[in-house]
Structure formats: structure tokens, C-alpha cells
């Protein structure tokens, strides 16, 4: 990623590998976030810098994480020796699973996520982690009014600025959500989304 010899296409896919294996948001909207945050125009070739941005940004949040993960490691070793193997809930955020978890929606619509740097994010899950409860959204602190989401037959509460889910249907079952804005994978990796300056497209999605 910091190679500037390489051809940048070759540096693009190489940050989609580093996204594969840390995405705090979901794969595809953790590089939707990175698009937004580091500026990453349509055109690579006019701020090849962009690319640098991102890793960096996704590069500080995953020290916070793995010097987390490696204390929750620790943790339950001493957990098991002690005769508790029972993971306690909840669960690390890290090992939610994406369709069940309140994050789900990212995974459905990645232009959903929080705005949140995500070093930021991750301070925030691991203090919510450790048993601080922070005012507003549990994921962005959105202390705004809650948005109602009709799954046919009960209500979701989501938070209005990134759409975690604050109250599940009461079934208790699996919804899909339908993303607000139509879109393909192709499109936002190839950030249809973003003009060539850096900023988004004024003009997206209609062209």
C-alpha cells in the first residue's frame, strides 16, 4: 500500500486485502467509509495519496483492536483454567455474528455505517466492551430520534445516524433490510460514488 513503485491498481487491491482482514463496519462498508474519509477519487491517478489515507486510518484502528482481542485472549484462558468456559454475553464486538448482530444493517446497506473515524469506532466498542455506557447510539452516539423500520408484521427501532438496531422485531426473528439506495458492488468499488476531486458525487446514483 505504501509502495509508490507499484502500479496503482496493484495498491488498490491491496487494500482491499487489508479490508478482508479487519473491516470494523462489514467489508463493503468499511471501504465505503475509507472511499469518504480518505477521499478517494474515481480516478486514482488524481491523488494516489488517497490510498495512504485509508490504510493508515483502517492501520490505527486495528492496533486498538488486536491490543483488545489479545486482552479478551487472555481473559478467557484464565476464564477456561478457572473451570468457566462459557463465553460470557455479550459477546465481543469483533465476534458478533453479521446477521444477527445490531450491525447487521451495514452488512445489507454499506452506506449505512457510522461517520465515525474508525479508531474512534473501535474506542467506542471496546469501552462499551469494558462496561461504559455512552450516551446516545451504542455505535455512532447519535442521541437523535429513533427511526422505525416495518418488517410486515412488528417495528425495529434504528438509530437515525448509522441505523444500528436499537430494538429488534418482537418475532425475534431474521429481517433483511432493503438498502435505501440501489447498488452494486461493482459500483462502489469502482466509487461511482465519488467524483474526481475527492468529494462525492453530486451526481450519484442517477449517473
Known sequence: MHD???PLRRRHSALRTCITLFAPYGFRATYHHLTLS?????????????????VE?????????????????????????A??????????????SRWDGPDRV???DPFRHPSLRLSEYVRRQNAILDGA??????????E??????????????????????LAPCPCGQRHRFVPETLF??????????MSDDGMPNPHWPAG
Open 4 to 6: 509508490a513503485r507499484l
Open 38 to 54: 480518505a477521499a478517494i477519487p474515481r480516478r486514482l491517478e488524481a491523488d494516489p495519496d488517497a490510498l495512504v489515507r485509508a
Open 57 to 81: 486510518e483502517l492501520y490505527e484502528a486495528r492496533v486498538l483492536w488486536l491490543a483488545r482481542a489479545e486482552e479478551y485472549a487472555a481473559q478467557r484462558r484464565a476464564e477456561k483454567q
Open 83 to 96: 473451570g468457566r468456559r462459557a463465553v460470557p454475553n455479550p459477546r465481543p464486538w469483533w465476534l458478533r
Open 106 to 108: 451495514w452488512h445489507q
Open 133 to 142: 455506557e455512552p450516551p446516545g447510539c451504542p455505535a455512532c452516539g447519535d
Open 144 to 165: 437523535g430520534l429513533r427511526v422505525l423500520s416495518s418488517t410486515g408484521h412488528g417495528w425495529i427501532e434504528l438509530c437515525r445516524g448509522c441505523a444500528w438496531v
Open 184 to 193: 452494486t458492488w461493482k459500483g462502489i468499488w469502482q466509487r461511482a460514488h
